[in-house]
């Protein structure tokens, strides 16, 4: 499975970007997929995280009703809608996917997850 995200750029404090990542290859719809981040001399940290279609969807306390996330499994794409953006949102913001169907306590580790996309750069700033 490889997985492409896009979507990052410069936006303003309060602004929103939507986050995509499109997953080819060898795709598990039940699989749980996730976005982290990671901002400079900072380790990588859990996001959110959607397992197979919905609804159980986790988010980071830092983002918890801010971010969205979000999936469509018959394009194979997660998304990240993130809204009222801080400068602290600013990271390189990766997604992930896992072979198998994590359960909750599992899904807010990286390394649970098998597959990761090559990030996307989100700056926040005016």
């Known amino acids: 499975v490889q997985l492409q995200a896009s979507g990052g750029g410069l936006v303003q404090p309060g602004g929103s970007l939507r986050l995509s990542c499109v997953a080819s290859?060898?795709?598990?719809?039940?699989?749980?997929a996730g976005w982290f981040r990671q901002a400079p001399g900072k380790e990588r940290e859990f996001v959110g995280a959607i397992r197979g279609s919905g609804p159980n969807k986790y988010y980071a306390d830092s983002v918890k009703y801010r971010f969205t996330i979000s999936r469509d499994n018959a394009k194979d794409m997660v998304y990240l809608q993130m809204s009222s953006l801080k400068p602290e949102d600013t990271a390189v913001y990766y997604c992930a996917a896992s072979r198998l169907r994590l359960i909750t306590s599992e899904v807010r580790r990286a390394n649970n997850y098998d597959y990761w996309g090559q990030g996307t750069q989100v700056t926040v700033s005016s």
């Open positions: 290859g060898r795709t598990d719809s039940s699989a749980t």
